[in-house]
């Protein structure tokens, strides 16, 4: 099946409708993105029934699922609720140092050697992670990142490392979760490009993201209206437009209001059961992705990455850390 470079997204989708699905696969929009914990695979089952052959369905295993039997277990849950008796794609939604890789591969061998699925995705993972398990699983099929015209930093070597090995490379939040390109200050460029292509905003970012060849990219579809601007992105313009350059800032200068943890005990007892935990974090030391900020004033607000931060305060203390600030 060949795959259209705009996909479906469903994570944090609360208007998802068997209706809006049909709409989307109707556009050739042949790729449909899920998970277990986002709520939306049971609609996907009811959608794809009667075109189970023409739609590529990935989904994901939770970081707390990802020893083998687990893995299984994990898979057969989602098979259910899909109603289909084989995924396309099952990924890895987040690594978890506190189990061994070879367990979760192993997982993953014994499910492919099933059918029950074709192909094997991480998300979120560095290239140092993603080159270890290239080393261990060479069928890795592609990787899903944040990519969007706010945070451009698979851009660096993410991205030629996977054209190399012929990985696919899916881009969630490619609309930077609604913001496009990290805020409303920078929007007016955006909107004067748009207009003077005849298009929309959302268009002309996701058609810069899918003119990096083997770059797919994965919008949420939210409504009939994100449809209408989401299908016209064709994949050939350009944007004069460099990623915003992450800032330096010691943990101590963020505000941490919308933190689930307000101070480092918390975090190192883990009080509130994150996976993976942010000890494990801090003892794997590889940080996938620049913390995000708001700036509000002279404050820097803390809105993306928390248990980053605290693995890095573990780790590190208050030594500075990356920070992608939105204005």
């Given at each position: 099946m060949k795959l259209n470079p705009v996909g479906i997204g469903t994570g944090n989708t609360k208007n998802l409708t068997v209706d809006s699905l049909h709409a989307a696969f109707d556009l050739g929009m042949n790729v449909v993105d899920t998970a277990a914990n986002y709520g939306t695979e049971e609609i996907i089952g009811k959608a794809i029934a009667g075109r189970r052959d023409?739609?590529?369905?990935?989904?994901?295993?939770?970081?707390?699922?990802l020893r083998e039997e687990d893995v299984i277990a994990s898979c057969d849950m989602s098979l259910v609720a899909l109603k289909t008796d084989y995924v396309d794609l099952l990924q890895v939604h987040w690594l978890n140092p506190a189990i061994p890789i070879e367990s979760t591969i192993e997982g993953f061998q014994y499910l492919l050697k099933q059918g029950k699925i074709v192909n094997v995705g991480l998300c979120n993972v560095t290239l140092p992670q993603l080159m270890k398990w290239v080393d261990l699983l060479?069928?890795?099929?592609?990787?899903q990142n944040e990519y969007n015209l706010f945070d451009?930093?698979?851009?660096?070597?993410?991205?030629?490392?996977?054209?190399?090995?012929?990985?696919?490379?899916?881009?969630?939040?490619?609309?930077?979760?609604?913001?496009?390109?990290?805020?409303?200050?920078r929007l007016g460029y955006l909107k004067s490009i748009a207009a003077a292509c005849e298009t929309n905003v959302a268009a002309l970012c996701l058609s810069y993201l899918i003119s990096t060849p083997g770059v797919h990219v994965l919008p949420r579809l939210s409504s009939f209206s994100r449809l209408q601007e989401i299908k016209n992105s064709v994949g050939?313009?350009?944007?004069?437009?460099?990623?915003?350059?992450?800032?330096?800032?010691?943990p101590n200068e963020l505000d941490l209001r919308l933190s689930p943890y307000k101070c480092v005990s918390d975090a190192?007892?883990?009080?509130?059961?994150?996976?993976?935990?942010?000890?494990?974090?801090?003892?794997?030391?590889?940080?996938?992705?620049?913390?995000?900020?708001?700036?509000?004033?002279?404050?820097?607000?803390?809105?993306?990455?928390?248990?980053?931060?605290?693995?890095?305060v573990i780790a590190n203390g208050d030594d500075p850390v990356e920070v992608l600030v939105r204005e």
């Amino acid at each position: 099946m060949k795959l259209n470079p705009v996909g479906i997204g469903t994570g944090n989708t609360k208007n998802l409708t068997v209706d809006s699905l049909h709409a989307a696969f109707d556009l050739g929009m042949n790729v449909v993105d899920t998970a277990a914990n986002y709520g939306t695979e049971e609609i996907i089952g009811k959608a794809i029934a009667g075109r189970r052959d023409k739609v590529f369905v990935a989904t994901k295993v939770g970081p707390e699922a990802l020893r083998e039997e687990d893995v299984i277990a994990s898979c057969d849950m989602s098979l259910v609720a899909l109603k289909t008796d084989y995924v396309d794609l099952l990924q890895v939604h987040w690594l978890n140092p506190a189990i061994p890789i070879e367990s979760t591969i192993e997982g993953f061998q014994y499910l492919l050697k099933q059918g029950k699925i074709v192909n094997v995705g991480l998300c979120n993972v560095t290239l140092p992670q993603l080159m270890k398990w290239v080393d261990l699983l060479p069928e890795i099929y592609s990787v899903q990142n944040e990519y969007n015209l706010f945070d451009r930093s698979v851009e660096d070597r993410m991205l030629s490392y996977c054209f190399k090995h012929n990985i696919k490379f899916f881009a969630y939040s490619p609309l930077d979760q609604g913001h496009f390109c990290g805020g409303p200050r920078r929007l007016g460029y955006l909107k004067s490009i748009a207009a003077a292509c005849e298009t929309n905003v959302a268009a002309l970012c996701l058609s810069y993201l899918i003119s990096t060849p083997g770059v797919h990219v994965l919008p949420r579809l939210s409504s009939f209206s994100r449809l209408q601007e989401i299908k016209n992105s064709v994949g050939n313009t350009f944007i004069d437009c460099s990623g915003d350059i992450p800032i330096k800032l010691h943990p101590n200068e963020l505000d941490l209001r919308l933190s689930p943890y307000k101070c480092v005990s918390d975090a190192t007892s883990n009080v509130l059961g994150r996976c993976p935990h942010p000890l494990d974090m801090a003892r794997d030391g590889t940080w996938l992705k620049p913390l995000k900020a708001w700036r509000r004033g002279t404050t820097y607000e803390l809105c993306e990455g928390f248990m980053r931060y605290w693995a890095h305060v573990i780790a590190n203390g208050d030594d500075p850390v990356e920070v992608l600030v939105r204005e």
